[in-house]
């Protein structure tokens, strides 16, 4: 089982509407948790990191749950400028990022 | 504002060929690190450098060499090619090991190994 695992899509979406993907972790000691965002042939950046009461960040939510160890990212009326990979990254224990393989979003007119 | 450079973007190499990836951040950060990116694989971990002076072994050493040449630069090479190794590379940097602190990419170095 791989330690971060997400849907890799794609997801096809339109444009305003509102879309949301999950990520699971395996390792419950895992300490801090991120979405980053990586356009196609470019280099990650972070969107924005989650926090244990849920945060929003414009359109964006991210959410937690430690229970069934998840995070979700929730985009609200969706841009084409949106469209681009979802990397969810945990950071474990040892304080080492590791990385799920991305969902992948486009966003249509 | 550079952020963190890497060169080359793009190379081809035959194998047993030899290189090495340049990296350099100019954001005073502490720690650095390098990763591959394969399809359908999140980023894996290959070498990282928690504090200048220190360099230690990530989840897919095996290949590769790092030296933190000082504070703001930290190479990786590769000895002997294999195309196992074909691969996208990224050098990222971030202000410290522990806490929740965001990592700053290079833009990519695409390796292909023939």
């Known amino acids: 089982r791989k330690e971060v695992e997400q849907d890799p899509g794609p997801f096809n979406v339109p444009e305003g509407a509102t879309v949301a993907f999950n990520c699971t972790y395996s390792?419950?000691?895992?300490?801090?948790f991120f979405w980053y965002r990586q356009d196609c042939r470019k280099e990650p950046k972070l969107l924005m990191s989650?926090?244990?009461?849920?945060n929003e960040d414009g359109r964006f939510t991210a959410q937690l749950n430690r229970a069934s160890q998840y995070i979700s990212l929730l985009i609200r009326d969706s841009k084409l400028s949106d469209s681009a990979t979802y990397l969810c990254v945990v950071k474990d224990g040892n304080y080492q990022l590791i990385w799920g393989a991305g969902t992948k979003l486009i966003i249509k007119p | 504002n550079a952020g963190v450079t890497q060169t080359p973007k793009f190379q081809v190499l035959k194998t047993g060929q030899s290189m090495t990836l340049q990296c350099a951040q100019d954001?005073?950060?502490?720690?650095m690190y390098w990763y591959r990116q394969d399809p359908g694989m999140g980023l894996r971990l290959i070498y990282y450098s928690a504090s200048e002076g220190t360099t230690d072994k990530g989840e897919v050493p095996n290949g590769y060499n790092v030296s933190r040449l000082n504070k703001r630069e930290f190479s990786l090479r590769l000895e002997s090619a294999a195309p196992s190794q074909t691969s996208v590379y990224f050098c990222?940097?971030?202000?410290?090991?522990?806490?929740?602190?965001?990592?700053?990419f290079g833009q990519g170095t695409r390796l292909t190994v023939v």
């Open positions: 989650v926090y244990s009461s849920g």
């Open positions: 390792n419950s000691a895992s300490q801090s």
């Open positions: 990222a940097s971030s202000e410290a090991w522990t806490g929740n602190t965001e990592a700053f």
């Open positions: 954001m005073n950060h502490n720690s």
